[in-house]
Structures are given as C-alpha cells and as structure tokens.
C-alpha cells in the first residue's frame, strides 16, 4: 500500500527516548553475586507481551539499520556483515510461512536458551532479550545445542555460523557456533537470563549451566562466553535492539547498558584487555531548558576500542547515560543552578575525565507557554549590522501571513507601511530578518528567513519597532512615541527567558539582557521556516542549513545538510522505541519505507547540532 507522509516541525526541548532511564542503575551498588541479585531486582517482573507479541518486537528491535541499512529482519544466523547478505526477510510477510526445508524459506523465533530448558514457561518463552528472529532452516540445525566453539563442523549456514563437534573443554557433544560479529551479543544473552531467571535457573538442566544460581555457567562454558564478550564488544545494534525491547517490555539488558558488569560479576579480562579509556567529551552546552530540565549536546569522545556510552551528572550525581551525544536531565527544581558535566566509558568500564563543566539554571516556575509569537533578538550594531529575531514559544506552528513589522522613525510620526512576513514558524524555532547589506563577520544574509533593505531593517538606536498581527500591535523595542533620545544604540539585545509573552510596553531592564555592539553569535539559534518545495513541505532549520523533506512517491525523506559533513539519525516511534538507527553518514536518502503507520520522531545530530522532527506516516 501506498504511503503519504506529511512533515511537521516538532520542538521537544524534554526528549527521553532511547535513552537509559534516569535513575535506573541507582540501586546496582555492589560487586560478584551481590550485584547480580541487585540488578536481578531492577529487571525482574518485565512486561510480558506474550509468545505472539515477539513478532510485533522484531519490527523495532531485529530491523536492518546497522549493516545493508534495508530495513529487512536482522538475523545472526544469515547476516553477513562485511558483503551481500545470502538473502533477507522483510517484516511481516515471511515469518512462519514455510517448511524450513532450505536456508531463506522463511524466519521464525530463536530461543538462545532453548525453551526446553525451562519448560516452555512463561515469561521466559516470550523474552525478547535473549529470543530473535533466525532463519528456520539454520534455527532447525541448531536445535537445542548449547552455543559453543566448533571443532569439526558438520553443517556450516549460508553466513558462516557452524554445527559440529565441540572444542570446549570438557564438553565433548555438539556445539553450534556462531559467526564472530555476534558472538559477543548472544553472550550478553546468556549473562541476562542469568540474571533475570536468577530465582529459577538453578533447577534447569542444560549442558552450559552448573545448577546454581549464582555463578550459573560452568567454568569452561563460562570462560568461553567471558571471551566472546570481550572479543565482541557491545555495538549500536544491540543498544538499538535493548531500547526498542524496552519500549515492549519495560526491562533491560544490563550488560549493553554496562558491559563492565559482566566482569564485576563474574570475573574476566574487560574486553581486549582494554585499560584505556576515552577522552574526554568536548563542548558541552545547554541547548534548551524548562523549569524542570536542561537539555544537553556535547562533542563525541574518542577511544581506542568504541565508546559505548556517556554519564551525565547534575551537582557530581549521576542522572542519565546515553548512548548518543545529546541527553535530557529531567525532574529538576524551577530556579535553579545546576553545574553539569559528561564523562564516557567504553565495553570494559574505562571511564574518561570529565567534559567542560557548564552552569545551567532552570526557568522559573512561571515560565510558561507563550500566547504569540514575541521579539527574542535586537541586534543595533555598527554600519547596516542591523537584525531582528523572533520566536515563537506557543506550543504550536504558527502561520506568518498574520504578521508584519513596522518602525517610527526618531520616536515621532506613524508607523511605517510594514515589512509582511510569510510562512510557517514551527514552535521552539525563530524567524530571523536582517539588514542585507549586514557585514558577513557578524552574519552571512543569504542564511537569514528576510535579508532586506527595507526601511524596517534601518532602525536607529531612537527608533521604535513593532510586531504586529492582522494590524494590531502585539509586541514592541522601544517606546512609540517615545522621542529622540536613544534606547537602545550600538547594542545587542536578547530576551529574557523569563519573558514568555510579548508585550506592548518595553522594559529594558526587566525584559532583556544587554551586550556589546556586534555581538551576533546567538542570533538564529534555532531558526526554522517552513517553505513549499513542489508541493512537499520542507523545512530549512538553522543558519547553516538542515534541509529535511518528504518524498510521497517512492517512501523515502530526503535529507541535506550544507556544511557536507557526517550526521547520525535516528528515528523513534511515539511510544519510545528507536525503529532506525544510522550512524556517521553522507547519504542524502533515508528509507522508512519499512514502517507502519504512526507518529515518529526524527533525531538528526551533526557535530555542531541536533535537530529534532515528528513524522506522521498516514
């Protein structure tokens, strides 16, 4: 069926999604057996979406973003991860359709502890942290066959993944033996039912568990998984995979949101004998903030393995980690000055110094929605460095063709005709109009919403400016009227965030903040216009241009970027699970032909920025 997408620009300033919950971890405290029991306790008593419910799961957190980017089923037991996959499956249409008589006939559902183990129980039957989508020819061979490291293969599957006699020691039946580049995910598989079945594991026999609760695995098995865990570290597919299971379930895998845990618990050299950590995280900035949460961006840090996430501390607390470079502290006091910092840590736990440390504080309580849109930048600076910015906080877009601005000339005589603005304002974004002939060493014109050399942009420092709707006045710089003595000369003024309303009185001191002449640096910070691009909407987001845009006809957004650098996207579903993952890349194209019908967020981060949209797929 034929899709339509319709584009809307969405402000979220409070966005949690795909991210570790604050607080989460809190209570995982100890080391050995001690700290599996707790973590036992934060993921015990998960939503239990049923047998069925594990198809519905794969068409979030098994999808292909990660290797062809195709969106088909990611399968361990097919994928080929450095050329063509032998074949795929696309979500819905080839699951449990056929006799598995031939490699590609059809997938259907892995348990990586077989369900005999326990019973066919529930919920164990119906976890999606250790159950995936598998081709059901190769999931046939495997049958219940422990996972362990082949010595003489018998069946070797279309990806390289192996049957055959075991090299472990001290086992000597048949093993099934994965390919390299999963070998660590199915090991944190097996740290996770141990975990999470903790309470029951004991009374199951398997030939890779030693009948006790605590240690679990015997000590040759045990080894064997320490070394997949180290020799495969935790990737972005797998913390895709854990936060769309999240959404489902309401539990996590602790060992990809922390892999040191498996070696705090059970012992081990970290991975690659890694004592390395990362550097630190560079630039650190608030980029929005309410009464109750600062949002973040920073810099990525470098390592000599992977970096496998970012802690964010509030007051030296740990509040969030985040597997990206933008997190949201939420549950804050109105007010109030928080000093933040971000450090990163790798798969083995090494943990880097901490990032710029910057001081934030929180809007007040009664900073609220706006009513309309307001003035949140006056730039009157030297020559024709002249500009206006407005914002709009209302919560909602809003349409320009009501607008327009308008001067008094020396604080005498009428308004002048009025520069007309036109277009869409999405809320959260601002609209910037400029002097055209405003020098390029404070701001290039050609990047601006309006660059005119009408009279409105040749304000003075006596010269009073309005914004008006449909011809009423609703928001002023200066005093009408006010005569020719200057207000504002040689100066930059920026709106107070307190001020969350415009106003047709001007208070200089109680509604912005002054700096010095040509101080430009702030202005169109979030700037956004909606425009028509033959007959699709597109939105021009910031100075240096973020250009996202539906196709209808063929399933695919479109995205630009001027600068011609590297972005990383991501893109989420309302209910919170990450559906689309792309890491690092020029492409211009992004296919979403794969997804079903709903709302979803698009997170677009570059280095110097992170731009987040709403898409509905009608």
Not at 590 to 604: A, C, Q
């Amino acid at each position: 069926m034929k899709k339509n997408y319709f584009l809307l620009l969405l402000a979220f300033t409070a966005i949690g999604f795909a991210q570790i919950p604050s607080g989460y971890y809190n209570t995982a405290t100890g080391t050995g057996y001690t700290l599996k029991t707790q973590l036992y306790n934060i993921i015990k008593g998960h939503t239990n979406n049923g047998y069925a419910g594990l198809y519905t799961t794969y068409l979030t957190s098994d999808v292909d973003n990660f290797y062809e980017n195709d969106g088909t089923i990611l399968d361990m037991y097919s994928e080929n991860p450095s050329g063509t996959d032998p074949y795929t499956y696309t979500t819905g249409t080839t699951q449990r359709c056929g006799n598995y008589s031939v490699e590609g006939d059809c997938y259907n559902r892995e348990h990586i502890i077989p369900q005999s183990v326990f019973n066919e129980q529930s919920p164990m039957v119906a976890d999606a942290h250790f159950i995936t989508p598998t081709d059901g020819k190769v999931n046939g061979m495997r049958s219940n066959y422990p996972h362990g490291t082949v010595s003489t293969a018998t069946y070797t599957s279309q990806n390289g993944s192996k049957l055959g006699s075991s090299s472990v020691s001290g086992y000597s039946g048949t093993v099934f033996e994965p390919i390299n580049a999963f070998k660590g995910d199915i090991a944190r598989m097996y740290f996770y039912f141990a975990t999470r079945y903790e309470n029951t594991v004991s009374g199951y026999s398997y030939p890779m568990f030693d009948g006790s609760s605590t240690k679990v695995f015997t000590t040759a098995f045990l080894n064997m998984l320490l070394a997949w865990h180290t020799q495969d570290p935790v990737s972005a597919r797998e913390i895709a995979r854990n936060n769309a299971i999240y959404g489902r379930q309401n539990n996590r895998n602790p060992f990809i949101d922390h892999p040191e845990y498996v070696n705090q618990i059970w012992g081990g050299t970290p991975p690659s004998g890694d004592t390395q950590a990362p550097t630190a995280p560079t630039s650190l900035a608030s980029t929005a903030k309410t009464s109750t949460s600062i949002t973040l961006a920073w810099n990525a840090s470098t390592d000599n393995t992977a970096v496998t996430a970012y802690d964010v501390y509030a007051n030296s607390v740990l509040k969030t980690s985040v597997s990206g470079l933008t997190a949201t502290i939420t549950g804050l006091t109105a007010s109030t000055t928080y000093s933040i910092y971000v450090r990163a840590k790798d798969a083995a736990g090494n943990t880097s110094t901490s990032s710029n440390t910057i001081s934030v504080t929180t809007n007040s309580s009664g900073t609220g929605t706006a009513t309309d849109l307001l003035f949140s930048e006056y730039i009157e600076g030297s020559g024709n460095n002249k500009a206006l910015e407005i914002a709009n906080n209302t919560g909602t877009s809003v349409s320009l063709a009501a607008y327009t601005i308008k001067k008094q000339t020396n604080g005498a005589g009428s308004w002048s005709t009025g520069l007309a603005l036109s277009g869409t304002l999405a809320t959260g974004s601002k609209f910037v109009i400029v002097n055209s002939s405003i020098s390029s060493s404070c701001f290039t014109a050609g990047t601006a919403n309006i660059s005119t050399a009408a009279t409105e942009l040749m304000f003075n420092g006596n010269d009073a400016v309005g914004l008006f709707k449909n011809g009423v006045l609703i928001d002023i710089i200066g005093t009408f009227n006010g005569g020719t003595a200057n207000f504002a000369v040689d100066v930059t003024l920026r709106r107070k965030s307190t001020v969350t309303s415009p106003s047709t009185t001007f208070n200089l001191s109680s509604q912005w903040d002054s700096y010095a002449t040509d101080t430009c640096n702030n202005l169109s910070s979030k700037m956004a216009l909606a425009i028509e691009d033959n007959g699709a909407e597109k939105i021009v987001e910031n100075s240096n241009e973020i250009v996202l845009y539906p196709n209808p006809s063929d399933g695919n957004f479109n995205i630009a970027y001027a600068d011609s650098i590297p972005y990383s996207i991501e893109i989420i579903s309302f209910a919170g699970q990450k559906v689309f993952e792309k890491q690092n890349t020029l492409d211009n194209t992004v296919s979403v032909s794969h997804l079903s019908k709903g709302i979803y967020i698009i997170k677009i981060i570059t280095a110097e920025k992170t731009l987040i949209k709403k898409v509905v797929i009608n």
